[in-house]
């Protein structure tokens, strides 16, 4: 069974541009949630999506936003990016039955 | 206000030895307690799951241990590897759609 996929793993962007992230969910799951982790910082939540709808959602500005498609994999989106932004975003797709969260590798990405 | 506390911080220990993480948190309601083990730039993996009438759970060389009724959690790793240095979080649930409450972490480095 394939784990969590993200793509990109690794880009880089000036400030002021926007970037697309992706995640392919393990087959199966329905949930995905996404979280940004910073340099010596534990991981803060920014959104979570089950079938195609916002079920939660973390304190980040309104220029990171997300949406599922209908096959679960989901897409966030981070506009006008700032140097703050530079952070590793993982992703989470979410047994149902018991609740285990299953991370992919992440997206390391640098704000120039 | 919900929140998981983890300590210590970091921690240096000499390969072959046990150490005891902790884990007290301030969540309510209250449905799981997680343990994840993250590697320097990788996505966590879960350890160990444990709902509130679990006192102990292992796996392999980790065993986390739950006290619900003074709400603190241990993680102890026994004959620590090199392989077991890397970053441990604690988890919380409150159930239901509401979002999970994520520790710090403690970094622990083991040396030969």
């Known amino acids: 069974k394939a784990g969590v996929t993200q793509t990109p793993r690794y880009l880089i962007k000036t400030r002021g541009q926007q970037v697309t992230l992706s995640c392919s969910p393990i087959?199966?799951?329905?949930?995905v949630s996404w979280y940004q982790q910073t340099p010596g910082q534990g991981l803060q939540f920014l959104f979570e999506?089950?079938?195609?709808?916002?079920?939660n959602k973390g304190n980040f500005p309104g220029r990171f936003s997300g949406r599922q498609f209908s096959n679960s994999r989901s897409e966030m989106n981070v506009s006008t990016l700032e140097l703050g932004d530079s952070a590793l975003y993982l992703c989470?797709?979410?047994?149902?039955?018991?609740?285990?969260?299953?991370f992919g590798e992440g997206s390391r990405l640098t704000v120039l | 206000k919900n929140q998981v506390e983890q300590s210590p911080q970091s921690l240096i220990i000499l390969e072959g030895k046990n150490c005891t993480l902790q884990?007290?948190?301030?969540?309510?309601?209250?449905?799981?307690l997680r343990w994840y083990k993250q590697d320097t730039g990788r996505g966590p993996v879960s350890l160990t799951i444990m709902t509130f009438s679990e006192n102990t759970k292992s796996n392999g060389r980790y065993t986390a241990t739950l006290d619900a009724d003074t709400k603190q959690s241990s993680l102890h790793i026994t004959a620590s590897q090199l392989s077991d240095s890397a970053s441990y979080i604690c988890v919380v649930s409150p159930g239901g759609y509401n979002k999970l409450i994520f520790g710090a972490g403690t970094r622990l480095a083991v040396h030969p």
């Open positions: 087959s199966g799951h329905r949930s």
């Open positions: 989470a797709s979410e047994e149902e039955n018991t609740g285990e969260l299953f």
């Open positions: 999506y089950f079938s195609e709808t916002q079920r």
């Open positions: 884990c007290n948190y301030t969540v309510s309601p209250f449905s799981n």
